[in-house]
């Protein structure tokens, strides 16, 4: 069982930055597949980033080269650097774990781009 808190959302103006964090409690971190989905109402759940047990990243177009994800498996804690964010990057953000059968969701954090 792995528990995951997202924290840092907020307000920031077009052109900011944002840092999401992702705590993790439970064992075997360093196991499990890491990602990041966002969701606006009445869309779809879209991954944007996902980092592999070796390191190993991936990105949506539309977040290349703004996004960055990382993680820290000594903190158990996998992170989502966002800058040059965009109107269009307002959304609920999620934190996502993933090993062979098993899936765990955070909460959620909001994130809104307005100036």
């Known amino acids: 069982q792995v528990q995951l808190v997202e924290s840092g959302g907020g307000l920031v103006q077009p052109g900011g930055s944002l840092r999401l964090s992702c705590a993790a409690s439970g064992s075997a971190f360093e196991t499990y597949l890491m990602a990041w989905y966002r969701q606006v109402p009445g869309n779809q759940r879209q991954r944007i980033a996902r980092i592999s047990q070796d390191g190993s990243t991936g990105y949506t177009d539309s977040v290349k080269g703004r996004f960055t994800i990382s993680r820290d498996n000594a903190k158990m804690t996998v992170f989502l650097q966002m800058n040059s964010l965009k109107a269009e990057d307002t959304a609920n953000y999620y934190c996502?774990?993933?090993?062979?059968?098993?899936?765990?969701w955070g909460q959620g954090t909001q994130v809104t781009v307005s100036s």
């Open positions: 996502y774990a993933a090993r062979g059968e098993y899936q765990y």
